[in-house]
């Protein structure tokens, strides 16, 4: 079923079912939104909410209480299967355009628009700009964005695809079930999840019987498929003696496939989901190890396995299968490198627990295991007034408040994740901003600005004297909106110029910058691997941002929050000493100049 974040998302997701169902005064709504976020600022782990029945638990009723132990025990939350089927397949697909909220959902149900497709339709034939609360403008905004959605519908976040494989895993346990394909690869989304086991398509089918849809052995090939809960899903099987071809075969891109097996072709060998064969006779390879091994080639980290990668190095057969430069797979960047906690909301804006509930529990986690980690503060500023936006007089009040944690002796930097402005300058004054322990600096409005313009912006925010790190830098939303229009080389490059720290958001809908770009600048630039944690919970999201790291080929001294608490101080005065207050309109006017 999954974890606490699962009860959750359930919960969330009922009371905006019950919201296009039009609930009479909204109370139920109320009552599932309350005590999903009473949920959401919990520490403790599902296993001892389960044991004492999901009782005393502030916002969680004796109803709601017991419709969530039914659900661990079951794995379906009732009030929510009963909701959705109530709700056209097609209707509930609006969820993912961006724009669209419950009550314009029905209203678009109402009209007749009841899936991704007749909401584009009715955007391009006009139908939408006549109906009430849309207009024109609204209509071309929804048009790209069902567009977006349409294209994606059939991927999954990383996180769902890495909960499903755990599922998978559990299911096909005994047949040494191993992640493949895009999930070991560790993409940003998942489109089919891949694995690969030990046995035979009895074996496999007999152990996922009644758990996928659509579940069959594909005729000729050693593949069984099927869905769960709408994702494809592949399990490749092989005898152990031929496991290591199917973990190699299934291990990697299209691109990196074709050329294993171009260079299978080339030694006179065919290799395929069946094994490694030279002529008639099968070789025996129970690894990947072993197959790469019989054809003469390096073990390439999965990360690596993309086109990006491959165009890095070519070997003597001009196959692009030694990917030189990158460092080896045991010096990339894991979780257990990581000390601070960087980027966190807390109920001083829109998160869901305090800044000492979320220290704590950063602690806790010590994901380095020495005892040294610490958490960074980051509420939102007074701009973001739908987050809960500190003004300058409550970051000052935020401040004091940490100070007096930081004596008790809780492991806290004191921080903001402050707004950029249309102009790209900073919703604080520099003398507040001078009073942080470190910034982050982020875009969360004025997406529409030209990429001219955007570019400006964004150069000016990266070239302030004050900022540590550059938050989520395309501002894209996973599935559900593309980046704004931006020159991102540019703003890079004004990282660089300013030594200004690049953020990749940790949150598996953000996962930004991308690790295309993030590998291209490897060499340059410095990077934080920053949770966007708004409860206790999401600072675990910190995994997600340490896959999308590894996929850049970093190690951990590119990534600043594997430093200790005082070095992380140290880097920040460093970095501010380097820099004069003009250096921003002087980074400005050389990048959109050229001089």
């Not at 403008?137 to 048009?143: F, I, N, V």
């Not at 559990?170 to 998942?190: F, I, N, S």
């Not at 019989?294 to 070997?315: S, V």
């Not at 490897?522 to 910190?542: C, E, K, M, W, Y």
């Amino acid at each position: 079923m999954g974890g606490r974040k699962a009860l959750v998302s359930a919960l969330k997701r009922t009371a905006d079912l019950l919201e296009v169902l039009g609930e009479e005064g909204g109370f139920r709504a109320n009552a599932y939104r309350g005590a999903a976020r009473s949920l959401e600022g919990l520490t403790t782990e599902l296993p001892e909410l389960a044991a004492r029945d999901f009782r005393g638990i502030s916002k969680v009723g004796p109803g709601i209480a017991a419709e969530l132990t039914k659900y661990v025990r079951s794995g379906v939350f009732e009030p929510l299967a009963e909701i959705e089927a109530q709700i056209p397949p097609g209707v509930l697909t609006l969820f993912r355009v961006r724009g669209l909220g419950p009550k314009k959902i029905r209203a678009l149900w109402d009209a007749g628009v009841v899936s991704l497709q007749t909401l584009w339709e009715a955007a391009h034939d006009g139908r939408l700009a006549g109906l009430k609360g849309f207009g024109a403008k609204s209509a071309s905004a929804l048009s790209d964005a069902a567009e977006f959605a349409l294209a994606s519908q059939e991927r999954q976040f990383m996180n769902v695809g890495q909960s499903f494989g755990a599922r998978l895993s559990g299911w096909l346990e005994g047949l040494e079930p191993r992640p493949a394909g895009e999930l070991r690869r560790g993409l940003e989304t998942v489109g089919t999840l891949r694995l690969t086991v030990t046995g035979t398509a009895q074996q496999v089918t007999a152990a996922l019987a009644g758990k996928l849809e659509n579940l069959e052995a594909v005729p000729g090939k050693p593949l069984v498929t099927g869905h769960l809960e709408g994702l494809a899903v592949e399990v490749g099987y092989a005898e152990a003696e031929a496991r290591g071809a199917i973990d190699l075969t299934f291990g990697g891109g299209p691109e990196y496939r074709n050329r294993v097996r171009a260079r299978a072709t080339e030694l006179g060998m065919n290799l395929s989901g069946r094994g490694l064969k030279r002529g008639d006779t099968r070789l025996q390879t129970p690894t990947e190890a072993d197959a790469l091994r019989e054809l003469g080639l390096e073990y390439i980290p999965p990360e690596y396995r993309e086109n990006e990668h491959l165009a890095l190095g070519l070997d003597s057969g001009g196959l692009g299968l030694n990917v030189a430069g990158l460092p080896a797979e045991g010096d990339l960047i894991t979780v257990h490198h990581l000390r601070g906690l960087l980027h966190t909301h807390s109920t001083w804006s829109d998160g869901a627990a305090s800044i000492a509930e979320m220290a704590t529990e950063a602690g806790r986690l010590d994901f380095a295991g020495d005892g040294q980690s610490y958490l960074g503060t980051g509420d939102h500023s007074g701009a973001a007034h739908y987050a809960n936006g500190l003004d300058a007089s409550r970051l000052r009040q935020q401040l004091k408040e940490v100070r007096e944690l930081q004596r008790a002796g809780l492991p806290l930097i004191a921080g903001a994740e402050v707004d950029i402005l249309d102009d790209g300058s900073l919703d604080y004054p520099d003398e507040l901003l001078a009073e942080l322990d470190y910034v982050v600096a982020s875009v969360h409005s004025g997406f529409t600005l030209s990429s001219e313009r955007q570019t400006e912006r964004l150069i000016r925010a990266a070239s302030h004297p004050l900022i540590t790190i550059l938050g989520h830098p395309t501002g894209r939303l996973l599935l559900r909106r593309p980046g704004y229009p931006l020159d991102l080389e540019a703003v890079l490059a004004a990282c660089e110029a300013n030594g200004t720290v690049v953020e990749i958001n940790a949150s598996p809908y953000r996962l930004d910058v991308d690790w295309r770009f993030a590998l291209r600048w490897r060499d340059r630039l410095t990077f934080a691997i920053n949770t966007d944690a708004h409860s206790p919970g999401g600072l675990q999201d910190v995994g997600s941002g340490v896959t999308v790291a590894r996929k850049a080929a970093l190690t951990p001294a590119q990534i600043v929050n594997t430093l200790t608490r005082a070095e992380m101080l140290e880097f920040v005065r460093k970095q501010r000493a380097t820099r004069s207050p003009a250096t921003g309109e002087q980074a400005v006017e050389e990048q959109t100049t050229g001089s």
